[in-house]
C-alpha cells in the first residue's frame, strides 16, 4: 500500500518561513511528477509547485520567488521550503506524486497539512 505523508505544518507570522515535506511509502516502481496543491477554505484546491523527476521545477505565480520545492530521488521524498509567507497562503497544503506502483500508474496523494500565516 503506497503512502504520503506530510509534515512541518503550522501557525507562522507574516514575513516567516516553513518547510514542508513528504515521505512515500510502500512497493513504489517509479515517480514521475511531484508536487504541492494547496486548498484554502471556500476556495478550489490549486498546484502550488511542482517537480519533474530531471528536477525541474514549476511554479504558481502567486508564490514564485517567496517558494522552493526540491526532491530527493534516493528516497522518494519532496520539500516545500516557504519563505515570505503572507496570510494568503494559509490553506491545507497537500502532497502529491505521479507513480508507478503495483497497481499500475496513478496520482497519490497525502493527507495534508495545515498552514496558517497570522499575526
Known amino acids: 500500500q503506497v503512502q504520503l505523508v506530510e509534515s512541518g505544518g503550522g501557525l507562522v507570522q507574516p514575513g516567516g518561513s516553513l518547510r514542508l515535506s513528504c515521505a512515500t511509502s510502500?512497493?513504489?516502481?517509479?515517480?514521475?511528477?511531484m508536487g504541492w496543491y494547496r486548498q484554502a477554505p471556500g476556495k478550489q484546491r490549486e498546484l502550488v509547485a511542482a517537480?519533474?523527476?530531471?528536477?525541474?521545477?514549476n511554479y504558481a505565480d502567486s508564490v514564485k520567488g517567496r517558494f522552493t520545492i526540491s526532491r530527493d530521488n534516493a528516497k522518494n521524498t519532496v520539500s516545500l521550503q516557504m519563505n515570505s509567507l503572507k496570510p494568503e497562503d494559509t490553506a491545507v497544503y497537500y502532497c502529491?506524486?505521479?507513480?508507478?506502483?503495483?497497481?499500475?500508474?496513478?496520482?497519490?496523494w497525502g493527507q495534508g497539512t495545515q498552514v496558517t500565516v497570522s499575526s
Open positions: 502529491y506524486a505521479d507513480m508507478v506502483a503495483l497497481y499500475g500508474r496513478h496520482d497519490y
Open positions: 517537480i519533474t523527476s530531471g528536477g525541474s521545477p
Open positions: 510502500g512497493r513504489i516502481f517509479s515517480i514521475n511528477a
